[in-house]
Structure formats: C-alpha cells, structure tokens
C-alpha cells in the first residue's frame, strides 16, 4: 500500500544551523507533498508545501525539493531558531485519493539549542 | 478567522461507554477527514467525508462511525470504546481533493 518513510525520527540542532528532514514515498502517482509543523498541544499546520509539477519551492528560511524519479522529498530549514523546535511532519497525496487523504510520515522531533 | 474546531480536546472515559467528538469547520469545506495520531506511526485517516451524507472508509475505521447531516459538521462516534483507540484524534478539512489541508487543534482521547 501508500507508505511514507520520514528520517531522522529526531533531530538535534544548534541555533543558526541548518536542518533537514527527507522523506521517500512510495506511490508514484503522488501530486502533492505538504510539510507540517506540530507544536506541543496544537494540531498540524501547514508551513509549506510542493506539487509534483515544480521541483523545489522557497519561503524565506523554508525550502523543499522533490525528485521524482527518486521519490524523494526533503525540508530544508536554515538559520534555525528555537521556536522552529517542534515535530515535523511530512506527507504525500495520492493522485487517486480518497477525500483528499494524506499519507503522513512517522514525524521528526526538531530540536533547537540556543 | 478560519479554523477547524474540536471538542473536547481532553477525554478519559471506561471502556464500552460510547462517546462523541464533535467537529466543526468555517471555511464551507467540502471535503472533511478524521486522523488518529500514534507514536511512531504519523497520522492515518479513520474515516472521510466529500460533502454531505457523502463519507467512507479510511485506512483504520474499526470502532468508528461517522456522520455528514450538515457541510460544517463531522462527528467522530465510538459506540463501544476499547483500550486499543486511546490515541490522539485530529479532525482535518479541505475545499478540494488537492487543496490544503486544515487540522483541528486535537482531542486526546484515553480509554481505561
């Protein structure tokens, strides 16, 4: 079935270091690929996200890439900060979805040292 | 403000004694899904809806049910708890089949 594999499970930074996060999803007929930020007591949001269509995406010190051929998918956060410190989840929609359902990956629990 | 709302965002209850989670969106959302989260294993959908009376099967709909009387509304229904569905519930909403999703803010759930 749909899976998506999500690494590291935990990630320990320093404060302006840089972070990433890869995914690797197994449906091919994937379209589209959000990454969401849970912070301790709240549900998802989203803080960006990529079509299958554009190979990578910026939004200030956010950015994702996609390859494809790969299945691949990673976040990239520079310059951390410590309110960046959260779980991190990433995801993937299959083209034939059911009510738009998302596959998730198992999360990555960010941490940024002051 | 647009916002997917969730209650209760904390419930312990006994086993076999049903209960409800209500959920509640603004934004006119057509398609509304229910997740539960579990460590190590991200979020799965329970159950999904595409517009009212319209729900199905997600990938684990054992000990759920659903209803879609209303577009704003999609209740979670546990008719006989079990230990097995202590777990963190989230609510999510979407225009479309490829738009953004919202979530809920949660509802911890505990069965003893």
């Known amino acids: 079935g749909e899976n998506v594999e999500q690494h590291p499970s935990t990630l320990s930074v320093q404060e302006g270091d840089s972070a990433v996060i890869k995914c690797t999803y197994s449906?091919?007929?994937?379209?589209?690929f959000p990454w969401y930020k849970q912070e301790l007591g709240k549900g998802p949001q989203l803080i960006i996200d990529?079509?299958?269509?554009?190979g990578e995406k910026k939004d200030q010190r956010i950015a994702v890439t996609l390859n494809k051929t790969a299945k691949h998918f990673s976040l990239h956060i520079t310059e951390t900060q410590p309110e960046d410190s959260a779980v991190y989840f990433c995801?993937?929609?299959?083209?034939?979805?059911?009510?738009?359902?998302?596959?998730f990956g198992q999360g990555t629990e960010l941490s940024v040292k002051p | 403000e647009a916002q997917v709302t969730q209650n209760p965002r904390y419930l312990i209850t006994v086993t076999g004694k049903k209960l409800t989670v209500t959920c509640s969106q603004n934004?006119?959302?057509?398609?509304m899904s229910w997740y539960r989260q579990d460590p190590g294993l991200g979020l799965r959908q329970i159950y999904y809806?595409?517009?009212?009376?319209?729900?199905d099967k997600g990938d684990v709909p054992e000990g759920y049910k659903v209803s879609r009387k209303e577009k704003r509304n999609f209740p979670l229904i546990l008719e006989s708890p079990s230990p097995n569905q202590t777990s963190l519930y989230f609510c999510?909403?979407?225009?479309?089949?490829?738009?953004?999703?919202?979530f809920g803010q949660g509802t911890r759930l505990t069965v003893v």
């Open positions: 995801a993937a929609r299959p083209l034939y979805n059911q009510g738009g359902k998302l596959i």
């Open positions: 990529i079509r299958s269509n554009v």
């Open positions: 809806s595409m517009n009212v009376e319209v729900t």
């Open positions: 934004m006119n959302h057509e398609y």
């Open positions: 449906d091919s007929a994937s379209n589209y």
């Open positions: 999510a909403s979407s225009f479309g089949v490829s738009t953004e999703a919202f």
